[in-house]
C-alpha cells in the first residue's frame, strides 16, 4: 500500500465550478498535512496546511482533515483556467514528507 | 529575497561517471530536502540534511550520497549513474529541524543519463 495515494485524474471541471481533490494516508500519527500546486515544467508550491481535523480556508482554497478516516482533501472553488496543475498531497511520516503521486487538475473555461 | 537556487539547470550524462547536482537554500533556512521526481511518478524523498547533518534518508541506493555545507548549501551525488537515474531532481528549504514545516522549492535539475 502506498504511503499517501491520491487519483491522478485528470479532473476536468467547468470554469466557475468547484473542484474537489482528495487524498488518503497511511500514517496513522501523522500530525502535518500538506497541499502542493504543481505548473507543468515548474516546482511545487505550497497552496495550504492542515494540521487539525476540520476545515481551513484560506481564499478560494479550503483544505479537510480527517484522522480517523485518514484522508485529507482541498476544495477549490470558482475554478479558474489558471487553476490547472497537478495538485500533490503530502503528509509528513516521521523524519520526512512524503509526498502522493498528484492529481491532474483541468479547468475548461 | 532569493528563493532556493539549483544548479545546473540541465545535466547530460552517460552512464557510469558521477553527477554533482547543487543547492542553496533560502537565506536563513538550515534545512535541505532533495527529491527525485521521475516521469510520471509523484515526488520520491532522497534525503534531509539539517545544520549540517543527515536528518533522514529515503529508500535509495547508497550510491545516491551528498552532504550540506557550513553556510548551509548543498550538494547531492549521484554515482555510477543508471538511466533510471534520469528525473528532476528537486531541491527545497525550510526553516528547519521539523518536518511540519513549510518547504519552499526550487526550480530543479534535469538529469539525463544516456
Known amino acids: 500500500q502506498k504511503e499517501v495515494e491520491q487519483n491522478s485524474g485528470p479532473l476536468s471541471v467547468p470554469e466557475g465550478a468547484i473542484a474537489s481533490l482528495n487524498c488518503t494516508y497511511s500514517?496513522?500519527?501523522?500530525?502535518?498535512f500538506f497541499w502542493y500546486r504543481q505548473y507543468s515544467g515548474k516546482s511545487p508550491e505550497l497552496i495550504m496546511s492542515?494540521?487539525?481535523?476540520g476545515d481551513k480556508e484560506d481564499g478560494r482554497f479550503t483544505a479537510q482533515l480527517n484522522k480517523a478516516s485518514q484522508y485529507v482533501s482541498l476544495l477549490i472553488r470558482d475554478s479558474q483556467p489558471s487553476d490547472s496543475a497537478t495538485y500533490l498531497c503530502?503528509?509528513?511520516?516521521?523524519?520526512?514528507?512524503?509526498f502522493g503521486a498528484g492529481t491532474i487538475l483541468r479547468v475548461k473555461s | 529575497e532569493a528563493g532556493v537556487t539549483q544548479s545546473p539547470t540541465h545535466l547530460i550524462k552517460t552512464r557510469g561517471p558521477q553527477a554533482t547536482l547543487r543547492c542553496s537554500p533560502i537565506?536563513?533556512?538550515?534545512?535541505v530536502y532533495w527529491y527525485q521526481q521521475a516521469l510520471g511518478l509523484g515526488l520520491q524523498f532522497l534525503l534531509w540534511?539539517?545544520?549540517?547533518?543527515?536528518?533522514n534518508r529515503g529508500n535509495f541506493p547508497p550510491r545516491f550520497s551528498g552532504r550540506q555545507f557550513p553556510n548551509y548549501s548543498s550538494e547531492l551525488n549521484v554515482n555510477a549513474l543508471e538511466l533510471e537515474d534520469s528525473a528532476l531532481y528537486l531541491c527545497?528549504?525550510?526553516?528547519?529541524?521539523?518536518?511540519?514545516?513549510?518547504?519552499?522549492f526550487g526550480s530543479g535539475t534535469q538529469l539525463s543519463v544516456l
Open positions: 503530502a503528509v509528513n511520516e516521521g523524519n520526512k514528507l512524503v
Open positions: 500514517d496513522r500519527v501523522s500530525q502535518s
Open positions: 537565506s536563513g533556512h538550515t534545512s
Open positions: 527545497a528549504s525550510s526553516l528547519g529541524g521539523q518536518t511540519n514545516e513549510k518547504l519552499f
Open positions: 492542515i494540521y487539525s481535523n
Open positions: 540534511y539539517d545544520e549540517g547533518e543527515e536528518r
